[in-house]
């Protein structure tokens, strides 16, 4: 089993910055990539972020690419998601991700954090 507790979020103006932070714990040896989702109200789960745990390669959503940064700390057991430039339409519960290997889907899932950007 993996535990991720997400934390920060909060609101912030459209322009501004936040950052989202992700602690894991449990079995953090099986965990291939660790992600970041949001569903915005009347919305589906959709795709934010995810790096690779190992080596740190990322990927993003279009939509956030060039904005966002998503990041890991090995020695914390952490992730991050800096946030900048951020628009009314990121408002979001932001949910953390783990999955439990190579080729297995995410599993594993935070209680989310709620980010609303005011206009």
């Known amino acids: 089993q993996v535990q991720l507790v997400e934390s920060g979020g909060g609101l912030v103006p459209a322009g501004g910055s936040s950052r989202l932070s992700c602690a894991a714990s449990?079995?953090?040896?099986?965990?291939?990539?660790m992600g970041w989702f949001r569903q915005a109200p009347g919305k589906e789960r959709e795709f934010v972020a995810q790096?690779?745990?190992?080596?740190?390669?990322?990927s993003y959503a279009d939509s956030v690419k060039g904005r966002f940064t998503i990041s890991r700390d090995i020695t914390r057991n952490t992730i991050y998601l800096q946030m900048n430039s951020l628009k009314p339409e990121d408002t979001a519960v932001y949910y953390c991700?783990?999955?439990?290997?190579?080729?297995?889907?995410?599993?594993?899932w935070g209680q989310g954090t709620q980010v609303t950007v005011s206009s």
């Open positions: 991700a783990a999955d439990q290997g190579a080729g297995t889907s995410y599993k594993y």
């Open positions: 449990g079995r953090m040896f099986s965990i291939y990539y």
């Open positions: 790096v690779m745990y190992s080596r740190g390669s990322t």
